[in-house]
Structure formats: structure tokens, C-alpha cells
């Protein structure tokens, strides 16, 4: 599990390149596909997004998350429930900024906020021209629970861990 989930930040084409991420606030649940950037050794998991969409306002009301991951040729999935902290403006962000080539950057700098009503589709391809870490953000989502499910027919195969308290950093 843990190969497979790194080879989704290595591997362009690899299925867990992309994971759905559930959200909510109060009664709103929302749930959207992101890009996932980077797995450490304590599991944490990692992707990017701009700091005006609405997954960033409900993970700061509320930080619970779940991810989940498909590989349809394995017809493995996997689920993360966890809870989510919230990198803009500092270090953490600096650091991946860093690391990000000028044209994966401009989707950081768009002039009109993700989801925002524009009044022509000209509007959403306005960018700022020099390329900024304003909105930039990484999510660090620290699992609480990850398991996988191997579908196999009629004879599923379902692993869970759990993460104790005291144990971890």
C-alpha cells in the first residue's frame, strides 16, 4: 500500500496520482478531486491548492478530511481519514514553491478565485504576469486511519490501520 501510494507522486500515469477529497462544514459537504504531491515517512500526505478555493475555508472551520484512492487495474482502493493543516505564506510553502516549474505556477495565479462566477469565459484565462506564492497552498493531511481494500472477485481482502494516540509525531 504504502509503494503504491508513493508511486502516485512519482509516476505521472500512476491511478493514485489523483485522489477525491471529501470536505465538510456544518451540513455542507462538498468533494472534488486534487492532484496528490508527496507522501513523508510518517505517511503524511501532501497536495496543493490555491488559498481562495472552498476546500481551504472548510478545512480551516473544520479540519476532518477524507481521501480516497483507486487503482482500476489492481481494483485496489484506499481510504484516508484524517485531519488537515493548512501551509500558506509560511515555510512549508516556501519550500514546495520552490520546487514547482514557472508553468505548474501560473495555476496559482489566476486573477479570479477557484469557483467564482465570471461574466465571460475569457475572464478565467486572465493570470497575474509574474509568477507569486500568494495563494499558493499545501495541504498536509496527518492520517488518522488508512485502509485498503483489494477487490478480488468475490473474496475482498480489507486492511485498516489506525493511528494510536501517543504514537507518531
Not at 45 to 61: C, I, N, P
Request: glycine residues 6%; contains cysteine; proline residues 4%.
Amino acid at each position: 500500500m504504502k509503494n503504491e501510494l508513493e508511486k502516485g507522486t512519482t509516476v505521472p500515469n500512476h491511478p493514485f496520482r489523483f485522489a477525491s477529497l471529501a470536505t465538510h462544514m456544518g451540513r455542507d459537504i462538498e468533494l472534488r478531486y486534487v492532484v496528490f504531491r508527496k507522501m513523508d515517512m510518517d505517511l503524511n500526505l501532501y497536495f496543493f491548492t490555491d488559498s481562495r478555493s472552498g476546500k481551504v475555508s472548510h478545512l480551516m472551520s473544520n479540519p476532518e478530511l477524507a481521501l480516497l484512492f483507486y487503482h482500476d487495474t489492481e481494483r485496489v482502493q484506499i481510504r484516508v481519514k484524517g485531519l488537515a493543516k493548512i501551509h500558506h505564506l509560511d515555510e512549508v510553502a516556501a519550500r514546495f514553491w520552490s520546487h514547482i516549474p514557472e508553468n505548474t505556477q501560473k495555476a496559482y495565479n489566476s486573477k479570479c478565485s477557484p469557483g467564482s462566477i465570471i461574466a465571460s469565459p475569457g475572464f478565467a484565462f486572465k493570470w497575474n504576469s509574474e509568477m507569486i506564492d500568494t495563494f499558493f497552498t499545501v495541504i498536509k493531511v496527518e492520517p488518522m486511519s488508512i485502509e485498503a481494500l483489494q477487490l478480488n472477485g468475490l473474496e475482498h481482502i480489507r486492511a485498516s490501520f489506525f493511528k494510536r494516540k501517543g504514537i507518531g509525531k
